[in-house]
T-cell receptor
Framework: DAGITQSPRHKVTETGTPVTLRCHQT?????MYWYRQDPGHGLRLIHY???????DKGEVSDGYSVSRSKTEDFLLTLESATSSQTSVYFC????????????FGDGTRLSIL | GENVEQHPSTLSVQEGDSAVIKCTYS??????FPWYKQELGKRPQLIID?????GEKKDQRIAVTLNKTAKHFSLHITETQPEDSAVYFC?????????????FGRGTSLIVHP
C-alpha cells in the first residue's frame, strides 16, 4: 500500500537503550507520520513531517525524536526507551491535501523490558 | 484542536445483521472524513471516505453519512459477514497552518458471529 516499508517489524530491547525505527516510502508523498497504537487509545500521533528536515510534534511526542533527511525516509528514535513505550508503531504517508487518505505501513511491534 | 469521539467501542452482531458506528467531531472546519478497517495484526486500510460537500456515500455494503450541522458522521455496514470482523477507525481532518493532520477516533471492535 503506497510502497511503505517499516523496519524492523519486531524488536525487543531493554529499558534505557536507544531505539530507531525506520519508515521508507516509494510514493514521493510529502507528508509522513509516526503513530503509536495501544489498546483503548486508537492511533495517537507522535510526530509528523511535511518535507525534508521539516517536522513537528504530535500529541504524544515526549520521549521521541524524528528526522527526515530524504523525502523517502522518516526515522523515529527513542533516545532512552522506557517500558511505557512498549507499543505497536505505525508509519503513514499522505499527499498533504486535506481530502486525501493516509496510507499505512505494516507496523513495528516494539517491546521494552 | 480537533476532538473525535467514536461509539460504541465494541459492537457484536449476528451474521446478516446491520452494524452502525458513529463519530462526532468538534472542529466545524474539518472537511474530510475517512474510515479505516484494521484486521488483527494488520495495517489500517481505507474502506470509504466522505467530503464535507457530500451527505452520503455508498460502496456496495458500506455507506457513510455526514451531518455537518450536528458534526457527526456514521459508518453503516449491511448484511454483515464474518470477514467484516475488525477494528474500525473514523477520522476527521482539515488543513491547519498548511499542514494536514487527521484526528482519529479510538476505534470500534466489530465482531460478527456466524
Amino acid at each position: 500500500d503506497a510502497g511503505i516499508t517499516q523496519s524492523p517489524r519486531h524488536k525487543v530491547t531493554e529499558t534505557g537503550t536507544p531505539v530507531t525505527l525506520r519508515c521508507h516510502q516509494t510514493e514521493n508523498h510529502r507528508y509522513m507520520y509516526w503513530y503509536r497504537q495501544d489498546p483503548g487509545h486508537g492511533l495517537r500521533l507522535i510526530h509528523y513531517s511535511y518535507g525534508v528536515k521539516d517536522t513537528d510534534k504530535g500529541e504524544v511526542s515526549d520521549g521521541y525524536s524524528v528526522s527526515r533527511s530524504k523525502t523517502e525516509d522518516f526515522l523515529l528514535t527513542l533516545e532512552s526507551a522506557t517500558s511505557s513505550q512498549t507499543s505497536v508503531y505505525f508509519c503513514a504517508t499522505g499527499t498533504g491535501t486535506s481530502n486525501q487518505p493516509q496510507h499505512f505501513g505494516d507496523g513495528t511491534r516494539l517491546s521494552i523490558l | 484542536g480537533e476532538n473525535v469521539e467514536q461509539h460504541p467501542s465494541t459492537l457484536s452482531v449476528q451474521e446478516g445483521d446491520s452494524a452502525v458506528i458513529k463519530c462526532t467531531y468538534s472542529d466545524s472546519a474539518s472537511n474530510y472524513f475517512p474510515w479505516y478497517k484494521q484486521e488483527l495484526g494488520k495495517r489500517p486500510q481505507l474502506i470509504i471516505d466522505i467530503r464535507s460537500n457530500v451527505g452520503e456515500k455508498k460502496d456496495q455494503r458500506i455507506a457513510v453519512t455526514l451531518n455537518k450541522t450536528a458534526k457527526h458522521f456514521s459508518l453503516h455496514i449491511t448484511e454483515t459477514q464474518p470477514e467484516d470482523s475488525a477494528v474500525y477507525f473514523c477520522a476527521a481532518s482539515r488543513e491547519t497552518g498548511g499542514s494536514y493532520i487527521p484526528t482519529f477516533g479510538r476505534g470500534t471492535s466489530l465482531i460478527v458471529h456466524p
